[in-house]
């Protein structure tokens, strides 16, 4: 085992950005040997950024420990620490930060901070073979679409207020609907979806090519206060609104950067319905479709991992007293030297 990045190094990755705690360990190969997350659960099913930090203070240690024992090597084997730096809820960032500068002052290894958006991107790519993708990335805090060219992920288009799985999930909870056995909102909303019958008119709202979910989501729920529809035909209005809002910005995407593939991640990209509608557009275009599985979709400890072999082996490093959370960094304000540009 080398700790000076030969095929043989490995990078452990600390995700933090919100509600779960997940570490990963990745050869510098691309092999993931662990990938271990433990979730915050608040008993209202919102998320309180100091109450999840707390949370991640208290389960940081066993994670890390239960990340080396199913990865089974040894401290001394890791080469480089990498850590979600942004954009993400502040002291939940701090807190995994922390975890990480004091694990790579311990192990005397270096640090990279690493764009939790980005890595979203890179291990979607690394799990599904994706070379270069137009990715539509959408999740509780995020709605992206974006495709790489001139050194950067550009940002094509994406939400002007609440991402897609907040308007899923602040919908679900004003309907009462509850999360058993952790089951999340979104599962919910489509498991009833697929009950409905009539499309219940509610706003559609693309502009240029960002979307607004936050018009819907105040309709959706004055529908629902009304009490004039069922349950079951609202959330398959819901979601067909959403989801077309998401499939005409992604193959506008896609059609302007004439790329080859569609990458879906974040945990809506669980959903068939919109699976299925992403999938049509890419044969339409003769593009592959690429859905990243769900245990790296969600966030995850080893997208940030394998994003800080990336930097790493360019000379990515993040001195410790550049190391400060990025609450607001973008997907489109970080150079990605390792990705090539495919003309
Ligand atoms: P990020 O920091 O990337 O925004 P997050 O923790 O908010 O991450 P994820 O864990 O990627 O988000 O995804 C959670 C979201 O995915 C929730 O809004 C949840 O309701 C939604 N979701 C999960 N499964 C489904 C599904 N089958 N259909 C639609 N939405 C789903
Ligand atoms: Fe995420």
């Known amino acids: ?55 991640h203070a208290k389960v940081a240690g066993t ?9 089974n090597i040894g401290s001394q084997d890791v080469a480089v620490i990498a850590f979600s730096q942004g954009p993400g809820l502040g002291p939940c960032l701090r807190t995994g930060a922390t975890a990480a500068r004091a694990l790579a002052s311990y192990l005397d290894v270096p640090l990279v901070g690493v764009n939790h958006c980005v890595a979203h991107v890179e291990i979607g790519k690394l799990v599904t073979g994706a070379k270069d993708p137009t990715t539509l990335y959408v999740s509780g805090g995020n709605t992206i679409v974006s495709a790489f060219g001139g050194g950067r ?12 799985g907040n308007c899923l999930d602040v919908f679900a909870r004003e309907a009462g609907l509850c999360q058993t056995e952790g089951k999340p909102f979104g599962a919910i909303v489509e498991a009833l979806a697929k009950e409905g019958e009539e499309l219940v008119e509610l706003p559609y709202s693309v ?7 936050s018009g819907l989501l105040t309709a959706a729920v004055r529908s629902l206060k ?28 896609l059609a302007h950067t004439e790329k080859r593939e569609i990458l879906l991640t974040g945990g809506v990209g669980a959903n068939r319905r919109l699976q299925t509608m992403l999938k049509t557009v890419a044969q339409e275009h ?21 994003t800080g ?7 990515l490093i993040t001195p410790v007293e550049e190391s400060f959370v990025r609450l607001k960094w973008r997907l489109d ?11």
């Open 63 to 71: 994670a890390i420990i239960k990340a080396f024992q199913k990865a």
């Open 153 to 164: 992920y550009r940002i094509f288009g994406e939400t002007l207020d609440i991402a897609v």
């Open 1 to 55: 085992m080398q700790r000076d990045g030969s095929p043989h190094a490995f990078c452990l990755g600390i995700e933090a950005t919100a509600d779960d705690f997940s570490v990963g360990i990745l050869s510098f190969e691309g092999t993931v040997l662990a990938n271990v997350s433990i979730a915050f659960m608040s008993e209202t099913g919102g998320i309180h950024p100091r109450e999840a930090a707390r949370h």
């Open 286 to 306: 003769g593009s592959r479709f690429c859905r990243v599985p769900t245990q790296y979709a969600l966030d995850n400890g080893a997208m940030i991992a394998w």
């Open 226 to 253: 009304s009490r004039k529809h069922r349950l079951e035909d609202l959330c398959y209005s819901l979601q067909e609104q959403a989801f077309s809002m998401l499939t005409e910005v992604t193959e506008r995407a």
């Open 309 to 315: 072999i990336l930097g790493f082996k360019h000379g």
């Open 333 to 343: 304000e970080v150079n990605v030297p390792w990705v090539e540009e495919l003309c």
């Open 207 to 213: 502009k240029g090519m960002d979307m607004s979910f």
